[in-house]
T-cell receptor, first 114, second 116 residues
Framework: DADVTQTPRNRITKTGKRIMLECSQT?????MYWYRQDPGLGLQLIYY???????NKGEISDGYSVSRQAQAKFSLSLESAIPNQTALYFC?????????????FGPGTRLTVL | AQKVTQAQTEISVVEKEDVTLDCVYE???????LFWYKQPPSGELVFLIR??????QNEISGRYSWNFQKSTSSFNFTITASQVVDSAVYFC?????????????FGKGTMLLVSP
């Protein structure tokens, strides 16, 4: 079984809809991250969390919110989706005890906003 | 200012050619980590290598090798005798001490196309 899972894997939605992307991990890691990937732009950090009570904005947090429901779960919400949020979204985890911050990525969620 | 620059947007080679993917980074920290990830057409991100700033020894793993040069702030990746399965987008990333190593900054990626 995968250590970092994301649901759904693909989603098509309409402008203005609320949507939630979920991430779960069985690695026992403290840190979790949400990234979006647009063609030609690499991965950009949306939000990250170092534990259940710690949430931090990344470089492109506008239009997104997150919830760390448990150490193993980190959800990303689009309150009112817009077409330019069409992208590939990745969840990642890392271990606080690893000084290098190697991150382990989920398989990605492909989101299309019409 | 961009902290990780991958100037090559796309590279096309023929199978068995050697190819080098460039990565130039910018940091004020003396302690940092550099990474390479591979993203095949299926979309997942695959970790390839991690290197810390105190270890400038080059690394070889099969057909893959990495050349880390602090003097030029570069961490280049070479694939020897490329194969079609090497076709992917490759990302270089930086983790800095001044952020508590809390985040990774990615380059925009280089798409490598290896044709038969």
């Amino acid at each position: 079984d995968a250590d970092v899972t994301q649901t759904p894997r693909n989603r098509i939605t309409k402008t203005g809809k609320r949507i939630m992307l979920e991430c779960s991990q069985t690695k026992g890691h403290d840190r979790m991250y949400w990234y979006r990937q647009d063609p030609g732009l690499g991965l950009q950090l949306i939000y990250y969390s170092f534990d259940v009570k710690d949430i931090n904005k990344g470089e492109i947090s506008d239009g997104y919110s997150v919830s760390r429901q448990a150490q193993a779960k980190f959800s990303l919400s689009l309150e009112s989706a817009i077409p330019n949020q069409t992208a590939l979204y990745f969840c990642a985890t890392s271990d606080l005890r690893d000084s290098d911050n190697e991150q382990f990525f989920g398989p990605g969620t492909r989101l299309t906003v019409l | 200012a961009q902290k990780v620059t991958q100037a090559q947007t796309e590279i096309s080679v023929v199978e068995k050619e050697d190819v080098t993917l460039d990565c130039v980074y910018e940091t004020r920290d003396t302690t940092y980590y550099l990474f390479w990830y591979k993203q095949p057409p299926s979309g997942e991100l695959v970790f390839l290598i991690r290197r810390n700033s105190f270890d400038e020894q080059n690394e070889i793993s099969g057909r893959y090798s990495w050349n880390f040069q602090k003097s030029t702030s570069s961490f280049n990746f070479t694939i020897t005798a490329s194969q079609v399965v090497d076709s992917a987008v490759y990302f270089c990333a930086l983790s800095e001490a001044n952020s508590g190593y809390s985040t990774l900054t990615f380059g925009k990626g280089t798409m490598l196309l290896v044709s038969p």
